[in-house]
Structure formats: C-alpha cells, structure tokens
C-alpha cells in the first residue's frame, strides 16, 4: 500500500458515521450485514447511510451483494489489514513490529515489543 491510498481509506473512514459502520461491519465479519440493520443500529436514515456506504464502497473499504431484496455490505479485511500493516511497517524497526498469520486459527497477528514507548 502507498500513502496515496492509505489517505484515500482513511478519508472515507474520518467521519462519525461511516467509522460506525465499518466498525459495524467488522464485528458482523465476513457475513456482513443488510443496509437496514445498519441504518437501525446507527440510528440513521437509509438515504443518509446510502451515501455514506457509497463513499465507503468507492474507496474500497466495504464490499455488497444483493441477496434477495437485502444489500449486504461486508468489510474488507484485506485491504484492512493491508492498511494496517501500512500503519506499523513505518512505526518501528522490524524487530518491534510484525504481522504474522496464526495458521491454527487463520488470524492475522500483530506484535508491537515495545514499539514507540513514550518519552519521559
């Protein structure tokens, strides 16, 4: 990933109620959710949340698929945890930072060996 589109994700996912519904979409995992159950759960109107589904769904964050007369919208975990890695590939040496997949579970895992401790 390049800055480029690291400012483009983190764009579409600097305003209240799109973070809501990635964070949303996260906890549902690769399932997703319908539109309606998002809009109640955020307590917003279905056109607002349209547009700011659209704005996620154009920067690549979220996926959908029509099932039935439901859209779906899913995260997307690659370009997630691609972001991600973004983030910590430049914070430490890669002594302190790494991302590893767990086979036994299929995770991605984060170990940050005390990475930026704070000046005192």
């Known amino acids: 990933m390049d800055i480029q589109q690291a400012l483009i994700l983190f764009d579409a996912l600097s305003q209240e109620t799109r973070l809501g519904a990635f964070r949303l979409l996260v906890q549902a995992g ?30 690549g964050v979220v996926s959908s698929r029509k099932e039935g007369r439901s859209v779906i919208y899913s995260a997307n ?4 945890h691609a972001l991600i890695g973004f983030l910590v590939k430049d914070c430490c040496s890669d002594e302190f930072a790494s991302i590893r997949q767990d086979n036994d579970s299929g995770s991605a895992i984060i170990e940050l060996a005390n990475c930026c401790e704070p000046r005192t």
């Open 30 to 59: 690769p399932r997703g959710l319908p539109a309606g159950t998002l809009s109640s759960c955020l307590g917003t109107p279905h056109n607002t949340l349209s547009f700011h589904l659209n704005h996620l769904s154009n920067a």
């Open 77 to 80: 975990f690659e370009l997630t």
